[in-house]
Every structure is written in structure tokens, then in C-alpha cells.
């Protein structure tokens, strides 16, 4: 869990606490050059030490994580069936029959680079707020953000090192915070955009057909109900004063505990309204990564099953994104055990053995894996120009304000010259 922390910090510096599973830590140091960010931990301190409960809470979360892969692998097993794990285990470990080495391949090629184009997309949305910021800082930052959400033990994500680093870099902090937020928002929107034109394009062609028809029609009405209805939001910020949008933000302060989360990602979905052009660029680029994570999940089957065991192209193209939503939501440790049941359903749902859909799932998972331990030696080969930067930084910011204000978890409050309207680029 991720948290500022007001105690201790020394001259020009700055920390974070987050909750790992062997339990409270405290960075006592976040330095950055040139997108480089460098996290020195610090001991346990009176704000960590004052939730006891929270390593216990990460420990539980593991638990439910691997209890449910337990319990689909225990439910799958299903010895002496073709349509069970074990069968699946007999090929491939004790009789050593070889894996689709090609389309492994494929998916690890595929998978890099739709990950390269979220940062790219995190650039854009950056650049278009004007504040200063290059593209191999957005991929170093991107590749170690993407090592920390996939590989760190606990609940600190990537997306908090992020904003905490160009936080750092930048005079306009909210703002900087604020292309986070969109970043991770527009994401999400171009998800439920790829279902809605992929879903229509195929329903107008009679792709859709069989038993699964009326499910994959169930899919595609519901995101363009929910793309219709973000539009409309969409369309009404664009008359909406400064003035009201501060009321309405003043509004949502009030509801409790995710009142300030709520008012200050408002205020970012606010300030990006006038950049049509960048907003529509990153969309564009966000439903180009989404073919690529669909296509990684369609080749990760197929590394382990032939195409008549797994849903069409197709259909996953409709569906992944469906798994994929489940997985972000389950609470265990980047989905692990909720992904696998969700992938489960969906192959049932489509006719296929649901182990397939664990399994495939569970590969997609190892697939993600490489590129995170590439940001992970990206970082440790920057670590000796980091902490030369470090002195640096130490013998410079002697005066350096906080990295963000304790009034706030997640962002600086006011809206303010901060937070000033950009020139639209409709």
C-alpha cells in the first residue's frame, strides 16, 4: 500500500511507503535524471508501524490468489480425462511432447510491443499538457513501472513510481500526477471502444454465429452502452466553465474515503478535455495495443493447445477483453487465481474445456513476466548513473519542496495556476 510519509524525511528529500510481503518498508529517497528514478528503503517507520494489519492484509491476498489456482487446478485435474489437467500434464511433462515454440515466440514479440506502445501513449498525453518530457524517459519509466506492477510483491503499482518520478521533474506536479490517471483511464476506453468496433464490424458480417452468438451479442450491446454513455460525458465537459467543474470537484471531496481520489481524477479527465487531438492519438494507439494484448492471449493458448481446442480469433478478440477487466478487478496480486477463473468461464462459455482458458491464462502471465524482468535489469543497469545522480540531487535540493503535499494520497489538491487550462487543440 502505497502512502506518503511525513516522518523523517531528510533535507531534499522524500518518501514513500509501501507494504511488501515481508512486511512495511519505507523509501526513504526517490531521485530522478533523465527518467531515471532510484528507490533507496529506509527502516519501519511510526506510519507504517500504525497499520499492523496491513502486512497481514497483502499475506491474505496472496493466499486467496493461490487458494483459487489451487482450487481450479484441484476442480480440472480430472484424472484419466482428455479435458483435464492431468492429461495435459502427462503430455507435456512426464512423456516431454514439445510446445508451440513458434507462437510462443510470437506472442513474446507481440506482447513487447503493445507494452512499448503504452508508454508511448503515456508520452503523448504528457507532451500535450506542454511540460517537458522525452520519449526515452517515458520508455525508461515505463519499462521499470511495468517491472514494479508485475513483479513487486505487494501493492504498490508502477503507476505510483510513475507519477511520483515526473512528479518530481516537473514545476506543474498536478498536472504531471494527472497524465497517470488519463493515461490508466484511456486505456480502459479504448478497451471497451475495441469491442464495440471490432464486435460491430464482425455482427455486420455474420461472424458471429453458433451458441455462442447470443453471449457475444450480450458482450458488444453492453460496451456500447458504456462507450455511449462516456461520450456523452465526453461531449458535455466540452461546455462545462472552470468554474463549475471546480464546484463539482468541491462535491466530490465530500463523499468519504475516495472523495479526494474521486475530485482530483475528475480534475485531470477536466484539464485533458481541450486537447481533442492528443486525446483521440492515444486512443488510437491504446486500441492498436489492445489487438496486440489480444492477439498475445490467442497466441498463448495456442503455444499449449491446438486452434479446434480454443475459441476462434474471433471470439477472443471479444472476450479477452471481458478477462481482462476481470483480472484488473480481482483484488489478489495483479489478478493471479481471478484471471485464471474468469478465463475458465469464458472458454466454457464458448464451448471449450475450461482448463484451457486457466492454462491459457497462466502462460499469457509467464509471457508478461519476461518483459518486467527486462525493466527490472533496465534498472539495474541504470542503478550506478542513478545514485551518481543521487549526490547530485543531494547537494542541489537542499530546499526542494516535498515530492507531493501531505494533504494529499494521490495528488496536490488546488486547482489552481497548476492546474490552468491548456490551449485546445481541437
Not at 514439445?98 to 514479440?109: H, K, Q, S
Not at 542513478?386 to 494533504?407: H, N, V
Request: charged residues 15%; glycine residues 12%; proline residues 6%.
Amino acid at each position: 500500500m502505497w502512502r506518503p510519509n511525513s516522518h523523517g524525511a531528510g533535507a531534499g528529500g522524500s518518501e514513500l511507503s509501501f507494504v511488501g510481503l515481508a512486511g512495511s518498508w519505507r523509501v526513504d529517497k526517490m531521485t530522478t535524471s533523465n527518467g531515471s528514478v532510484s528507490l533507496s528503503p529506509g527502516p519501519d517507520t511510526p506510519a507504517t508501524a500504525a497499520r499492523p494489519w496491513a502486512p497481514l492484509i497483502t499475506l491474505l491476498k496472496y493466499g486467496l490468489g493461490f487458494g483459487l489456482l489451487a482450487v481450479l487446478i484441484w476442480n480440472n485435474w480430472k484424472p484419466g480425462n482428455p479435458d483435464g489437467l492431468a492429461a495435459l500434464w502427462n503430455k507435456y511433462v512426464v512423456e516431454g511432447h514439445p510446445i508451440n515454440g513458434t507462437a510462443l515466440v510470437l506472442a513474446f514479440v507481440v506482447c513487447v510491443a503493445a507494452i512499448v506502445l503504452t508508454f508511448v501513449r503515456w508520452y503523448v498525453l504528457v507532451r500535450a499538457q506542454e511540460l517537458p518530457f522525452t520519449l526515452m524517459s517515458a520508455l525508461r519509466l515505463g519499462l521499470i513501472g511495468n517491472a514494479l506492477n508485475v513483479l513487486l510483491p505487494g501493492s504498490i503499482g508502477g503507476d505510483v513510481a510513475k507519477a511520483a518520478c515526473i512528479a518530481r521533474e516537473q514545476s506543474r506536479r498536478t498536472v504531471a500526477v494527472a497524465t497517470v490517471l488519463i493515461d490508466r483511464a484511456i486505456g480502459l476506453w479504448a478497451l471497451f471502444w475495441f469491442v464495440v468496433i471490432l464486435g460491430s464490424a464482425f455482427w455486420a458480417l455474420g461472424w458471429l454465429h453458433g451458441e455462442t452468438e447470443a453471449t457475444l451479442h450480450s458482450i458488444i450491446l453492453g460496451a456500447a452502452g458504456l462507450v455511449a454513455g462516456t461520450m456523452l460525458v465526453w461531449l458535455l465537459l466540452g461546455v462545462l466553465p472552470k468554474r463549475r467543474a471546480e464546484r463539482f470537484a468541491g462535491r466530490l471531496e465530500g463523499i468519504p474515503k475516495v472523495g479526494h481520489s474521486a475530485a482530483e481524477f475528475w480534475r485531470a479527465v477536466w484539464m485533458y478535455r481541450l486537447k481533442g487531438r492528443s486525446i483521440a492519438l492515444a486512443l488510437g494507439l491504446s486500441l492498436i495495443g489492445h489487438v496486440g494484448f489480444m492477439f498475445t492471449f490467442y497466441l498463448a493458448a495456442r503455444t499449449i493447445f491446438p486452434a479446434e481446442q480454443v475459441p476462434t480469433l474471433v471470439e477472443h478478440l471479444l472476450i479477452v477483453p471481458i478477462g481482462g477487466l476481470a483480472e484488473a478487478s480481482c483484488p489478489t496480486p495483479n489478478g493471479i487465481g481471478g484471471g485464471e477463473a474468469a478465463y475458465s468461464g469464458l472458454y466454457a462459455l464458448m464451448g471449450k474445456p475450461g482448463r484451457n482458458g486457466g492454462t491459457a491464462c497462466f502462460v499469457k502471465r509467464v509471457i508478461y513476466w519476461l518483459p518486467a524482468l527486462v525493466g527490472y535489469i533496465v534498472y539495474l543497469r541504470m542503478r550506478s548513473d542513478m545514485l551518481a545522480a543521487e549526490k547530485e540531487c543531494q547537494a542541489g535540493e537542499s530546499a526542494a519542496p516535498a515530492l507531493i503535499p501531505r494533504s494529499s494520497p494521490i495528488l496536490p489538491r488546488p486547482l489552481s495556476s497548476d492546474v490552468r487550462p491548456p490551449t485546445s487543440d481541437l
